[in-house]
């Protein structure tokens, strides 16, 4: 199953250095309850529809861990990477993410299909949103506009074979 795993630049120096990354995750994936909620709303959501609106929420939630890792670049990070169906659960919570699941084993470099990774003239837009994400979360309409600034920039694509270079110039 195709899952976008929320991290960070630490994170991704990880995977890159130790060839993976230790679970359970919180991943992000076409569930679903995922197909339901944009069913309701777009009776033509499509595959790649569906796996983009996963990618956007595993870059929101990569927000949140910027905001318990203040040693990481500030840009948002989403790794796409294939596990095994039987590893992936949904999180059944109606307080949650669509797309949410748990991910019960590790992720391994060779499993990352690519890296989405923020562009530099990102970097002020997302610190910005990392300080107020979770006031965003609540509710604070506020928040939510300067989370939005982030969100609207584009993740670059990253190839596997490309994501150490790309790191060596953050």
Do not use: C, K, N
């Not at 076409?30 to 709303?41: I, M």
């Not at 990481?72 to 699941?101: C, E, S």
């Not at 990352?112 to 107020?132: F, L, N, T």
Request: no cysteine; net charge negative; proline share 5%.
């Amino acid at each position: 199953m195709r899952i976008y795993l929320p991290a960070t630049t630490g994170v991704l120096r990880r995977l890159v250095d130790e060839g993976r990354i230790g679970g359970p995750h919180t991943a992000f994936a076409v569930t679903p309850a995922l197909r339901d909620f944009y069913a309701l709303s777009d009776a033509a959501a499509d595959v790649e529809e569906l796996e983009y609106a996963a990618l956007l929420g595993a870059a929101r939630a990569s927000l949140r861990l910027l905001d318990v890792d203040p040693t990481a670049a500030r840009r948002r990070v989403v790794l796409a990477a294939d596990v095994p169906d039987a590893a992936v659960t949904p999180v059944d919570d109606a307080d949650t993410d669509p797309g949410a699941v748990r991910v019960s084993a590790d992720v391994a470099l060779a499993d990352v299909a690519s890296a989405h990774v923020d562009g530099a003239e990102a970097e002020d837009d997302v610190r910005a949103a990392v300080a107020v994400v979770l006031e965003a979360d609540l509710g604070s309409d506020e928040a939510q506009f300067v989370v939005d600034q982030a969100e609207g920039h584009e993740l670059a694509w990253y190839a596997t074979q490309e994501i150490g270079p790309a790191l060596d110039l953050l």
